[in-house]
């Protein structure tokens, strides 16, 4: 089974609007990541988290992590269509095992 | 550097063909993976390399499935015989240091896989 699963499955907000996605795990990790897919192409990696981290910023993306609950959550903050796509969380072992939830769609409309 | 590069692209077999999927990693990363992604199963780890050594081979589904990794800038999976349950995308991703808290993973672009 996979290690991480997203909720919600699936999204659709308006452009402007801020768009959050949550993961949660099972096991110990080393650190846990975000990526984004675009349909047809491979993943793409967006920002990653160390499990000593509790919050992470990068451009409009804000990645919380809470490690006695199991839980990260990813907020893109003021929505563009471009942003559509799926997002993956990602966790990483001690050992480098590197294994992904299941992910959310998200839909901007513009 | 050009990426994770996988071949072929797209591959259409009948089911008992022999399938090679493969990849060059990105020069100088050390650890590679290959994951396999439907839409029943999600994005499924299959097995990853640590300087060239299989690590961890358990999501590998069953022994119609093998991988090697000869040197630093190749790896192949073979599927042998395939059926139509393999049917998938085959993603291959590349990283530096798996165990330095900081693997960003690069993908390839993937090998979609069709058995008829």
């Known amino acids: 089974s996979q290690q991480g699963e997203e909720d919600p499955q699936a999204l659709s907000i308006q452009e402007g609007e801020n768009a959050t996605m949550n993961c949660s795990y099972k096991?110990?990790?080393?650190?846990l990541q975000w990526y984004r897919q675009n349909s047809g192409r491979g993943l793409v990696h967006l920002i990653l988290?160390?499990?000593?981290?509790r919050e992470k910023h990068s451009g409009r993306l804000r990645v919380t992590l809470d490690t006695s609950k199991k839980s990260s959550s990813l907020l893109i903050t003021a929505s563009r269509a471009a942003d559509t796509a799926s997002y993956f969380c990602?966790?990483?072992?001690?050992?480098?095992?590197?294994?992904f939830g299941d992910g959310t769609t998200l839909t901007v409309k513009p | 550097d050009a990426g994770v590069i996988q071949s072929p692209r797209h591959e259409v077999t009948e089911m008992g063909q022999e399938v090679t999927l493969r990849c060059k990693p990105i020069?100088?990363?050390?650890?590679l993976f290959w994951y396999r992604q439907t839409m029943m199963r999600g994005l499924e780890l299959l097995i990853y390399?640590?300087?060239?050594?299989?690590?961890?081979d358990s999501g590998m589904p069953e022994d119609r499935f093998s991988a090697k990794m000869p040197n630093a800038s190749f790896s192949t999976l073979k599927i042998q015989p395939s059926e139509p349950r393999d049917s998938a995308v085959y993603f291959c991703?590349?990283?530096?240091?798996?165990?330095?808290?900081?693997?960003?993973?690069?993908f390839g672009a993937g090998s979609r896989l069709t058995v008829l």
């Open positions: 988290i160390r499990s000593n981290e």
């Open positions: 991703a590349s990283t530096l240091d798996p165990a330095s808290g900081a693997n960003v993973l690069t």
């Open positions: 096991t110990s990790i080393n650190n």
């Open positions: 390399f640590n300087n060239n050594v299989p690590i961890d």
């Open positions: 020069s100088g990363h050390n650890s």
């Open positions: 990602a966790t990483s072992t001690n050992a480098g095992k590197s294994t």
